[in-house]
């Protein structure tokens, strides 16, 4: 990193915008120091962090540069690609019809759609929306990935109705026999599914004849005021947008954003502080108070960990649109997100009712992974007032 960037880089927390709220000084320089030494070390050019506990914010801040080139700093209200983060929200939306009696989460999908899926090598199994949203549906993105529906720079133009179609219909135009579906009994084996959210998409448009993104604005980013939150490129300030950047042979290059046609699996844009509003939500649910989102069982339905075969090491359980990872030797309750010049992350502790987001504009890598981590490590002890930094 050019040394310029680097001095920058470490003075830059000092005078950034953040807030803060029963969080000691010391603590507070302690995370300064850290995240700057992160950055510098993996090579990161933006981060913006949002922590907080018992349904209040504590502590967000931006460090490093939205834009390098530009020397544009990242501050609370720059938004970033947030990725696969966005299936928690689609996921919540889908459980919202739940609670409504809208949709049943062991009934099988075809009820709910105008076509029918079934995987060609058990066409006598139904497939159910929990095993949509627990990635146990057995669709597979093999042929996603082959033809990559990406776009660089803007919104896809293929609507949600031609992909799910195309993708899950024998005689669809983006079908294949061996790649769309897997070759396992639907609800047995976990396979991370981006189509499988899309169809989750579809089920809700065609449920409550309304599109997702104007549903999930109304019942998820109303009520919480993620007045900051986007799910299309066009609609989404330039101004306030971190520039993502892929690091290649030690120099960071800028690479245009992208949309996707499966956009009900990862095409929000928002900030750190709106994205832990709803981590904060999910994190500190009780029995005795009212969500603004879901009822308190429905969240613990989300969240109920389950394995199955074809889980990763790293990702130790499953719930519904919440996963587990590894943090500090111990499983947590988290969804990654991860596209070329963005990585993202969000934790979430129901025991302690904490929750940490992490957003960076650079690809996943095995440094900026283990910045990650050692960010949200800190970011949680960051909450424990009793412990030292």
């Avoid at 506990?53 to 609370?76: D, E, H, R």
């Avoid at 490129?233 to 690091?247: D, F, K, Q, R």
């Amino acid at each position: 990193m050019h040394k310029m960037l680097k001095y920058l880089l470490l003075l830059l927390p000092l005078f950034l915008t953040n807030c803060a709220s029963g969080i000691q000084n010391e603590k507070i320089e302690y995370i300064d120091q850290l995240i700057s030494q992160e950055m510098e070390k993996s090579n990161i050019p933006g981060m913006a962090i949002s922590v907080g506990k018992n349904g209040k914010q504590l502590f967000s801040k931006g460090y490093g540069f939205a834009n390098i080139s530009s020397n544009k700093p990242v501050t609370t209200d720059t938004t970033f690609h947030i990725a696969s983060i966005t299936k928690t929200i689609t996921a919540t939306a889908i459980v919202q019809l739940v609670e409504q009696k809208k949709i049943a989460l062991d009934t099988p999908i075809n009820r709910y759609l105008d076509f029918s899926v079934n995987n060609p090598h058990f066409p006598q199994e139904n497939i159910t929306v929990r095993q949509l949203l627990n990635h146990t549906s057995s669709i597979s993105d093999e042929k996603a990935y082959e033809i990559d529906f990406r776009v660089r720079g803007k919104d896809s133009e293929i609507e949600l109705e031609q992909l799910v179609k195309g993708y899950l219909q024998s005689n669809g135009e983006f079908y294949e026999y061996n790649k769309n579906y897997l070759q396992v009994k639907p609800g047995t084996t976990w396979s991370y599914s981006n189509i499988g959210y899309a169809l989750l998409g579809y089920i809700l448009e065609k449920v409550t004849d309304e599109d997702l993104r104007s549903f999930s604005e109304k019942h998820i980013f109303s009520p919480l005021q993620m007045d900051r939150s986007y799910w299309r490129i066009a609609e989404t300030p330039i101004y306030n947008t971190a520039t993502s950047y892929h690091l290649n042979e030690d120099k960071l290059t800028e690479v245009q954003t992208v949309g996707f046609a499966d956009w009900p699996a990862g095409m929000i844009r928002s900030t750190a502080s709106d994205v832990n509003s709803f981590a904060l939500v999910t994190a500190n649910s009780n029995p005795k108070k009212k969500n603004k989102l879901l009822k308190h069982q429905s969240i613990l339905s989300m969240l109920a960990m389950a394995t199955f075969d074809g889980l990763p090491p790293w990702n130790p359980g499953q719930g519904l649109g919440w996963g587990q990872s590894m943090l500090d030797g111990k499983p947590i309750i988290s969804h990654w997100g991860g596209d070329p010049g963005v990585f993202t992350a969000v934790y979430i502790d129901p025991k302690t009712t904490a929750a940490v987001t992490i957003l960076m504009n650079t690809s996943a890598n095995k440094d900026t992974m283990s910045s990650l981590k050692t960010v949200a490590i800190a970011l949680f002890d960051l909450m424990n007032t009793n412990k030292p930094m």
